[in-house]
């Protein structure tokens, strides 16, 4: 039987009705959408699988409809430098004079700052590796700022590591796939990031509006930025590295203190990713939640000559010997610095132990160690040098240099 | 029974359907979206970003009511909102609502003079924005900036040509419906 010469030969189906009907049902299903995505979240929440495809799909197909964007960019700023190459060479010629004098003083600084660190035994942060990536396409609109980039997971990207340009920070990796990454862009809606101000270290919360200037929140002290003053990331919170140049204060004409980033507006496409690990990445939540005493039980058994010597002198308190404990999990967590606390805590007793009859290699390596720790805390040998005078008659026990290890604590991500 | 579109003499038959004034335009308004995401500076400006499914929202439901429409439109929808990474299902709802609006008014625009498909097109497009900017106000906690949503308005109430021509050149073509 023909389609025609059915009981629905005559239906005659209103189709505005059936559109109005299939508007409810669409937008039905675009409320449910809205209502589940959380496109400000880390990767794991929302539609991020979603966004994470779309992205692979999309970066080489950008790529080419781009491509002769690109070319009538580059056609035009060709344009822009024949005409503008006199005057660029001369405030050039001004900058490199200018930077001569800044890049003297910097090698100055640099030599001193190295000598403070070394001299205070400071924990310095490790060099961060980068990873360099294309500008695939960008939203610029008003609610939404973010970028595309042709790296992924496939180059060791994760959530959260900061992009920067030549100039500065642009923003922090929200999504990422096995080939591109989406760059939340520091002018975002939904950008949040800690900042302080070069000049009085105060520190704000840099909030994105959707606009060019990003806006300075949260700002505490008065008087405690002005026009020009230079603004960089803080570090608070662990998300991002401190120090990470984002932009100058400037006031904005409804009285607010914004930012001019120096990652606005430019026209290069390639950025870098810092591979940085925040403290949340480095420690296990359990670690950081741990009792404060958790570090007492789990001390590292001294050493088989020491539990001789111990013994030796005090026959009546046997030692636990060391071979014998396994590590636990929670001796896993232990940093080393609380180890470190532990096994001079345990090398002190033992020197006082051990104090009558040092012998002359003995004496030797207490040499060796006073010196090394001369050399690495002056100001400590000071100190005891006063506290001798004071004292003359007294002559503390020396501590040997084997019992009392001087390492420093690698900024290493602990073993899990 | 489908009837050809031109009855020269001698031309061709052309069967204009929904292909043609569905298909063709939202491929067209989610190809000339990702070029125009492209990270390019033009004489040291960013290229503008309108919404280009505003002008197929606009477009559609004086050209014909139908079910291909809104479903279109929700793709396009969902296109735009990834490709610009705003919340997925925002730019979708935007553009059915408008679809809705024109639906529920068609027959107080459908033909009307330019100057008053221009004055609809223009404050639809208004109200879309006003209701993303409130959206984004409530979610973000942060006011969106205003010259960014205007400098986004512009560019999009500025597409209104193209969906004029939509319009003239696909009104009442589609002869199935008659």
Known sequence: ?416 | MRRPASRRHGAAVRVVGPLHWVIYPALAAMAATLVLSTHVRLFGLPPPEPIFGLILAFSWPLIRPSILGPVMLFLVGIFTDLVLDSTLGLWTLTLLAVYGVVLAARAFIVGQQVGVLFAWYAGLTTAAMLCLYLFTLVEAGVAPTIVGAILQWIPTVALFPLGYILIQRFDDTDVRFR
Request: no cysteine; charged share 25%.
């Open chain 1, 1 to 416: 039987m023909a389609y025609r010469d059915g009981p629905f030969e005559n239906l005659k189906v209103p189709l505005g009705l059936t559109a109005a009907f299939a508007v409810l049902v669409m937008g039905a299903i675009a409320v449910l959408l809205i209502v589940s995505d959380k496109r400000d979240k880390p990767q794991a929440d929302g539609f991020a699988p979603v966004r994470s495809g779309f992205s692979r799909v999309t970066a080489p197909v950008s790529g080419v409809f781009a491509a002769p964007v690109r070319w009538v960019g580059h056609a035009t700023d060709f344009v822009g430098d024949y005409f503008g190459a006199i005057d660029e060479n001369r405030r050039l010629k001004k900058q490199v004079a200018e930077l001569k004098a800044v890049q003297d003083n910097y090698v100055a600084l640099e030599n001193i700052n190295r000598r403070y660190e070394a001299l205070l035994n400071i924990r310095t942060q490790p060099p961060v590796d980068m990873v360099a990536a294309n500008l695939v396409s960008e939203s610029r609109g008003p609610f939404a700022n973010a970028q595309l980039i042709d790296a992924g997971t496939n180059s060791r990207i994760r959530v959260g590591n900061p992009v920067i340009n030549e100039h500065g920070l642009v923003g922090r990796v929200m999504g990422v796939g096995p080939t591109a990454s989406r760059v939340l862009m520091l002018t975002d809606v939904a950008s949040r990031t800690p900042v302080l101000v070069d000049r009085t270290d105060a520190r704000a919360i840099l909030v994105g509006d959707g606009g060019a200037n990003p806006r300075l929140d949260f700002l505490r002290g008065t008087d405690s930025v002005k026009d020009g003053d230079r603004i960089m990331t803080s570090g608070d919170g662990g998300m991002l590295p401190r120090g990470l140049a984002v932009g100058v204060a400037a006031k904005a004409l409804d009285g607010t203190w914004r930012v001019k980033l120096y990652a606005g507006n430019t026209d290069t496409d390639v950025v870098r990713v810092l591979l940085f690990d925040d403290f949340s990445q480095l420690l296990k939540p359990d670690s950081i939640n741990a009792p404060a005493l958790a570090g007492m039980n789990t001390a590292p058994q001294p050493s088989a000559d020491l539990v001789a010597k111990i013994e030796a002198v005090h026959p009546a308190h046997p030692v636990a010997r060391p071979a014998a404990a396994a590590p636990t999990p929670q001796t896993q967590t232990l940093t080393q610095s609380q180890a470190q606390s532990q096994t001079s805590k345990v090398a002190a007793a033992t020197a006082t132990a051990l104090a009558p009859a040092p012998d002359s290699a003995a004496k030797k390596k207490a040499t060796d160690a006073s010196d090394e720790k001369a050399n690495a805390k002056p100001e400590h040998k000071a100190a005891e040098h006063k506290a001798s005078e004071r004292k003359p008659t007294k002559k503390k026990p020396t501590v040997k240099a084997d019992v009392i290890p001087r390492r420093p604590v690698p900024y290493t991500a602990i073993p899990q």
